[in-house]
């Protein structure tokens, strides 16, 4: 099906404190529940992606394909604080009038949960056959995985953590500085803080890929070249991009999310935490991950009662995880597909 919306009209409250009046989560659904209601893959999405998961992992939903509509019943809810049709930073506050803008509250990746949570009992589903997410949509796969372990049968853990570390943080906080130092952000209305939003993207950009993908896709054959180098298109083309479909308040709020992950917190450190996992666990690493390098995924499959750890090779660093969809499919399926 299209897009759809969940609409919950209780106080939503929060782990950081405070409580949001009511929330709107955007989902989209591909295939049919069984009469069991456990046919299910859950799909958890990365940073500025949505609901529509054949838009952005193309090659990864249809017949015969690993998220196969013809076997499963395959589920994606846009997160909470993001912009493609779930509560966020340019939602209106009912109690202002106006949209929340810099005002939106923080949120954690339990936050987002339990907003997946909230479309799972609207949907009537009994079981989760695998969860499975890249990057901080791995995050949320996992946090799922802890906070309902009974639920979840099976984790496709890719390029993620347990833990952002102070590495991702980083290059967090660059982003932010990039977006603080357009004045407009702080105007609080459409449009503030593009400049900044398309900097920050840059930079992001940095992270998601690798000086080898960027020395051969982006070479400048012309050797007398002193100005306009195709990086340089590049780094625009992209950060502009991203400005025509986002905005700098919800980005600055995704990237406050994404510090406050922890599966150790309040829980006696991530060893303990990571016991209360159940589900059997597949981490896959990309060996030219800058971002979230392999040891992150090898640390959850060694503390996990049932963690299997695979790698690939991709050129694409971070960003393989989105494709290298062949190679995904390939050991993914039969974890997926085993008794």
């Not at 922890?262 to 589900?279: H, Q, S, T, Y």
Request: with cysteine; net charge negative; proline share 4%.
């Amino acid at each position: 099906m299209g897009l759809q919306r969940l609409k919950h009209e209780k106080p939503f409250p929060l782990e950081a404190g405070g409580t949001l009046p009511g929330v709107e989560i955007a989902y989209h659904t591909y295939g049919t529940l069984n009469a069991e209601r456990d046919n299910v893959i859950w799909v958890c999405h990365a940073l500025t992606a949505n609901s529509d998961v054949e838009e952005w992992w193309p090659g990864m939903v249809g017949p015969g394909k690993l998220l196969d509509t013809e076997k499963y019943f395959i589920v994606c809810a846009n997160i909470l604080g993001s912009c493609y049709g779930s509560t966020g930073p340019m939602s209106v506050n009912p109690e202002t009038g106006r949209p929340w803008y810099r005002s939106f509250p923080l949120m954690t990746f339990r936050d987002v949960v339990e907003g997946h949570e909230l479309v799972r009992r609207h949907l009537g589903i009994r079981k989760i056959r695998m969860v499975i997410g890249g990057s901080i949509g791995g995050q949320q796969a996992l946090e799922y995985c802890i906070m309902y372990p009974d639920l979840i049968e099976r984790l496709a853990f890719l390029a993620s953590s347990v833990q952002y570390a102070p590495w991702g943080i980083a290059f967090n906080q660059s982003m932010r500085l990039a977006i603080e130092a357009d004045a407009t952000f702080f105007e609080d209305r459409p449009g503030g803080g593009d400049k900044g939003l398309r900097a920050a993207r840059s930079l992001a950009l940095l992270s998601y890929r690798n000086d080898t993908i960027y020395n051969k896709t982006q070479q400048d054959e012309d050797d007398d070249k002193l100005t306009g180098f195709r990086a340089i298109s590049y780094q625009n083309y992209q950060g502009d991009k991203l400005v025509r479909r986002f905005d700098a308040y919800t980005y600055y709020h995704l990237l406050n999310l994404s510090d406050t992950h922890n599966v150790g917190r309040g829980r006696g450190g991530k060893e303990a935490a990571l016991r209360r996992v159940k589900a059997r666990v597949l981490a896959i690493g990309i060996s030219s991950d800058l971002l979230f390098p392999t040891y992150e995924q090898k640390y959850l499959a060694e503390h996990v009662a049932h963690g299997t750890y695979r790698e690939i090779d991709s050129l694409y660093g971070h960003d393989g995880f989105l494709i290298e969809t062949e190679k995904l499919t390939g050991i993914i399926r039969p974890f997926l597909e085993e008794e």
